[in-house]
């Protein structure tokens, strides 16, 4: 490619990384050309940091950089590759002798020591050996899996323990997988000999990391940036009953005191003691990988909401506001919940219909048309009876009922999950699993107009 | 120190920037490249401790340029920033005026000539003479080419940011009284932030975007024995491996590269030939500084050291 050739493909390229979401204006293009010509672009390396460093301006941006960066050049080199019509000779024709279980050992070698090169090598190995069993099956992500699953690769971690052959770094997986799928797919376009429509990166593939032990980090400062802007949204609304009100009534019964004269003013009291904002977070193991994403969530209104009380349920309900309010650290409120919620000691089940039931019987008294119900959860009721009237009732005294489902709507109401029917009494559900949703859903709450999606 | 020639590639800044003993990777070597040749600010972002500010201070001796630099906080205003007037000066200088009567007043020895073609005492108390230059202005000012380091950029507001942007895109600072004050050479900017709020959008597009993060055990190594080299070198290896799994563990504050340093150093002074136990935990203070954070890694970690030494539980 001559660097007339690259102008033009650095351009498409940006057109895809706008088309992802991130900001990259004129200015930053004619920065990536500057530092393109300052750098042997020949490198792969300095080129892709160059442009790197001028056009993914935050964390976030990077990574959705090096998806689209990876796709969109290893597709122009396919493309040009076609066009040319080079294509590269079968390699390995006695992949079929090969004793299997050598070449397992040899796979797993190959990708403990963590090299590029032996890595792609060794995945075309698997792809020659495992692939042909039954031709492959056409679709690329079903084939890494069964790939992977012949192999009998498991990442170390949780129950690493008890796997035959030492465990694998879990990002090792992952880089090995990303060359399966690559050779798969270039095995794919030289058998079509045409290029497959390119898809756009899929949402879940930026969605939040939401596992704990993953990036907690990455949760953390998407909920401190939130509540930022929850906290002026908040001083607003605040500042405008700064003024006490006069309490008439009390105050001409004070003046009984006096002759009628009301010499002494009795005021209303300042803050309503009745918390308005009354969130039930699912903490069941059906979105164990959500939970951590919703107690930040929780965590992050109770900074910004006083008027808040916070509940966590499996099968049973629990007040958890206390634990929220005693503690400043996040980490240190899911270790108190998970240990004293009180909601540990069940089978681990959502119950949502006895959730309800519970729920209305302790709060009945204080929800009024005033407040307002944040539901986090899957609704998924693991068969049980899902009581809706029960939440309808709910939803009637409550003056705004908002349900976060941690699942994309394609999933609602298949399988046990039966939103459909709770979000008829909802005020409005949300799919919410990025900060994206979580950021639209605070400007519905907050009064503002929900973002386009 | 003299100015060394300027650097051509990625490889002499990286060569360079090693030799004043900053070790920086790939990414951080191009993007130091990138800065002094295209003239755009960095930004770099990253956790605590990570070297952001070392980074700015070894583009600074490695380039033989003067650091400036502008610490930020909450509150910081122009007047602490860009400039101000020495309104004492000014104040003395009219009042030495006033007693010499208007018609007697000689000319000023720094002040520009009116545009009457006479100096008024007005033109004269709004001179550079009377100008207290704060870190931008001086940046901007100096005859040197320098490194101006704008540090914890997200502890200001969003309205300092703004104030940047004129700096930032023509490196240039105007002032109402005097004009514009155009930067006399081109230096180089790095600006770091923890990342404790989001960035305008604004200030991004002006710069170089390069995102550090604790480096992998073979580069900590490195440079943990560059700063204590007379320590062993399985020794050092086994300290960065205990640093790492520190890190994995969900902390408050991990450990950042300046402790792992402390942490090698402190080992030296105690003489220690291993890390087991009995010596992790007297000494896991100088890297873990939270109540919270102390136990949970004496009690993951401590464990899995190991009483009895010899050979590690996990090499």
Known sequence: ?453 | MTPEPPLDSVADVKLALAEVGYLADERAALVAYLAQQLGKPVLVEGPAGVGKTELAKAVSRATGRALIRLQCYEGLDEAKALYEWNYRKQLLRINAQQHQGPDASPPPPAGEPGKGGRATPWDEIFSEEFLLTRPLLEAIASEQPVVLLIDEIDKTDQEFEAMLLEVLSDFQISIPELGVIEARTHPIVLLTSNNSRELTEALKRRCLYLWLDYPEVEREMEIVRLHAPELDESLARRLVEVIHMVRQLDLKKPPSIAESIDWARALLLLGADQIDRPLFEPTMSIIVKHRTDIDLVAERIGVQLGTPPELEAAG
């Open chain 1, 1 to 453: 490619m001559s660097r007339d050739g690259l102008a033009p493909r650095v351009v498409e390229f940006c057109e895809e990384l706008r088309a992802e979401g991130l900001k990259v204006g004129t200015s930053e293009l004619l920065d990536a050309f500057s530092a393109l010509d300052a750098v042997p672009w020949t490198e792969p390396t300095d080129f892709r940091e160059a442009l790197a460093a001028t056009v993914a301006k935050s964390q976030e941006d990077r990574r959705i950089f090096e998806l689209v960066f990876d796709r969109y050049f290893f597709r122009a080199a396919e493309a040009e590759a076609l066009e040319r019509e080079v294509r590269e000779e079968r390699r390995y024709e006695g992949a079929d002798r090969l004793d299997l279980d050598q070449l397992r050992e040899a796979i797993r070698q190959a990708i403990a020591d963590g090299s590029d090169g032996e890595m792609r090598d060794a995945a075309r190995l698997a792809i020659a050996a495992f692939g042909r069993q039954g031709e492959g099956s056409g679709v690329v992500g079903v084939d890494v899996q069964r790939i992977r699953r012949t192999l009998g690769l498991q990442a170390s971690g949780r129950d690493g323990a008890e796997r035959e052959g030492p465990a694998l770094d879990r990002e090792q997986i992952q880089a090995f997988e990303r060359h399966l799928r690559r050779e798969l797919e270039r095995a794919l376009i030289e058998r079509t000999e045409k290029m497959p429509p390119s898809r756009p990166l899929a949402e879940l593939d930026r969605a939040l990391p939401t596992s704990p032990t993953q990036d907690l980090a990455a949760v953390h400062r998407a909920v401190t940036q939130l509540k930022r802007r929850l906290a002026t949204l908040g001083h607003e609304q605040r500042g405008r009953r700064r003024g006490a009100a006069v309490d008439m009534r009390r105050t001409m019964r004070a003046s009984l005191e006096t002759g009628g004269v009301p010499l002494r003013l009795r005021y209303r009291p300042k803050h309503p003691r009745r918390p308005e904002i009354y969130v039930l977070c699912d903490v069941s193991t059906s979105v164990t990988s959500a939970s951590v994403f919703f107690l930040s969530v929780l965590h992050a209104l109770h900074d910004s909401f006083r008027k808040l009380r916070s509940f966590v349920f499996i099968e049973r309900i629990s007040e958890v506001t206390d634990v929220f309010e005693r503690e400043r650290d996040f980490r240190a409120i899911s270790q108190r919940i998970s240990r004293e919620g009180g909601v540990a000691d069940v089978s681990g089940y959502t119950d949502y219909g006895r959730v309800w039931l519970e729920f209305l019987e302790e709060i009945a008294d204080d929800l009024d048309p005033r407040s307002t119900v944040i539901v986090l959860g899957d609704a998924r009721t693991n068969g049980r009876e899902p009581h809706a009237e029960v939440f309808a009732r709910i939803a009637e005294r409550a003056g705004r009922t908002f349900w976060l489902n941690p699942e994309p709507r394609l999933y609602w109401n298949y399988g046990d999950s039966v939103m459909a029917a709770y979000e008829r009494h909802c005020t409005k559900a949300f799919e919410c699993w990025t900060t994206q949703h979580l950021e639209n859903f605070v400007n519905v709450v907050a009064g503002g107009a929900a973002a386009v999606e």
